[in-house]
Antibody, heavy 120, light 108 residues
Framework: EVQLVESGGGLVQPGGSLRLSCAAS????????MHWVRQAPGKGLVWVSR????????SYADSVKGRFTISRDNAKNTLYLQMNSLRAEDTAVYYC?????????????WGQGTLVTVSS | SYVLTQPPSVSVAPGQTARITCGGN??????VHWYQQKPGQAPVLVVY???DRPSGIPERFSGSNSGNTATLTISRVEAGDEADYYC???????????FGGGTKLTVL
C-alpha cells in the first residue's frame, strides 16, 4: 500500500523554526517528485514547494521562498521541509504528496497532514 | 502569477448532476487536475489530465477543459459526494503548482 506519513508539526513561536518529515512507503520513492501543500484553518489548499526525484531541483511559492527549504533522503525514503523565520500566517496543516504518478503534475496520494501552529 | 477561479459553493439535489467550474486564462492549454476533500481528511485525486479517472474513482466523476474554463461534472450525485473540490494546474512560467480557491458541494 502506498503511504505517506507526516510528522514534526507542533506549536512554535513567531520567528522560530521547525522541520517537518514525510515518510514514504509502498512505492519507489527515489523515482518521484514530491510536494508540500498547506491548508490554513478553514481555508483552501496552497502549494508550498516541490523537489525532483534526485533532489537536484527545487521550487518554492513566493510566500515561503528564502525561509523554507525542501529536501529528501532517498536512502531513508523521507521528504523534509525545514521552516525558518516562521510567521503567524504559516499556521496550517501541511501535507506531503507524491507528484506525477499519472502524468506530469498530478498529486497522489497525500499524507494525512501535520498541524503547524505559529503563536506566542 | 496564474490564477484559478472557482465558485465558492454549488448545491444540487441527490440524483442530479453537479458541475463545478474552474476558470483561468487559456486554461484549455493546460492539464487540469481535480481533488475531493471531505472534512478532516486529506485531499483525494478524482480527475487528472482534464478528464481521466484514477482507479477506484466512480465513472460518475468526469471532467472537461476548453478555452478559459475547466469543468468537473458529477453525475447522479450522492450524499457521500458532499465535499470541497479543488482544481489544480502547473504554471510553466513560474514552475509553480496552482490551486483554485475550492468549491463546497452541498447535497440538498
Amino acid at each position: 500500500e502506498v503511504q505517506l506519513v507526516e510528522s514534526g508539526g507542533g506549536l512554535v513561536q513567531p520567528g522560530g523554526s521547525l522541520r517537518l518529515s514525510c515518510a514514504a512507503s509502498g512505492f519507489t520513492f527515489s523515482s518521484y517528485w514530491m510536494h508540500w501543500v498547506r491548508q490554513a484553518p478553514g481555508k483552501g489548499l496552497v502549494w508550498v514547494s516541490r523537489i525532483n526525484s534526485d533532489g537536484s531541483s527545487t521550487s518554492y511559492a513566493d510566500s515561503v521562498k528564502g525561509r523554507f527549504t525542501i529536501s529528501r533522503d532517498n536512502a531513508k525514503n523521507t521528504l523534509y521541509l525545514q521552516m525558518n523565520s516562521l510567521r503567524a500566517e504559516d499556521t496550517a496543516v501541511y501535507y506531503c504528496a507524491r507528484g506525477g504518478y499519472h502524468s506530469g503534475y498530478d498529486l497522489e496520494p497525500w499524507g494525512q497532514g501535520t498541524l503547524v501552529t505559529v503563536s506566542s | 502569477s496564474y490564477v484559478l477561479t472557482q465558485p465558492p459553493s454549488v448545491s444540487v439535489a441527490p440524483g442530479q448532476t453537479a458541475r463545478i467550474t474552474c476558470g483561468g486564462n487559456n486554461i484549455g492549454s493546460k492539464s487540469v487536475h481535480w481533488y475531493q476533500q471531505k472534512p478532516g481528511q486529506a485531499p483525494v485525486l478524482v480527475v487528472y489530465d482534464d478528464s481521466d479517472r484514477p482507479s477506484g474513482i466512480p465513472e460518475r466523476f468526469s471532467g472537461s477543459n476548453s478555452g478559459n474554463t475547466a469543468t468537473l461534472t458529477i453525475s447522479r450525485v450522492e450524499a457521500g459526494d458532499e465535499a470541497d473540490y479543488y482544481c489544480q494546474v502547473w504554471d510553466s512560467s513560474s514552475d509553480h503548482q496552482v490551486f483554485g480557491g475550492g468549491t463546497k458541494l452541498t447535497v440538498l
